[in-house]
């Protein structure tokens, strides 16, 4: 960054500048507020919902991979939200959080 270049602002210009950042901001807020309450109402139509539904499956029907994530998880399918635990893990999952904290501290002691 070339110094030469930079001149520090007034107090002044920096309050007018902030100013002027403020007010775009609650501008960009209002729009995307507004945005939001346009697509809300527009999904509660059932026939809206319908047909981003049958347009997200036939994304993911053509290979697109984003769209199958997308309905894999909306149906309670992601491989990392569904644990299951049977037969000797179930039991060893059990042993494990039964045992209170100072047994182990102590057959870490009798180790040593």
Excluded: Y
């Excluded at 981003?52 to 994530?69: H, R, V």
């Excluded at 494990?96 to 002691?109: L, T």
């Amino acid at each position: 960054m070339n110094n030469d270049n930079l001149r520090a602002l007034s107090r002044d210009e920096a309050v007018k500048n902030g100013r002027k950042g403020g007010i775009a901001s609650g501008k960009a807020r209002r729009e995307r507020k507004a945005l939001k309450e346009q697509l809300l109402l527009l999904l509660d139509d059932e026939d809206t919902q319908k047909e981003l539904c049958t347009a997200l499956l036939n994304q993911a029907i053509g290979g697109n991979t984003k769209a199958f994530e997308i309905i894999r998880d909306t149906i309670g399918e992601k491989p990392i939200d569904k644990h299951e635990l049977t037969g000797e893990t179930l039991k060893q999952a059990l042993v494990v959080f039964d045992e209170p904290e100072s047994k182990d501290n102590d057959k870490q002691a009798d180790d040593v």
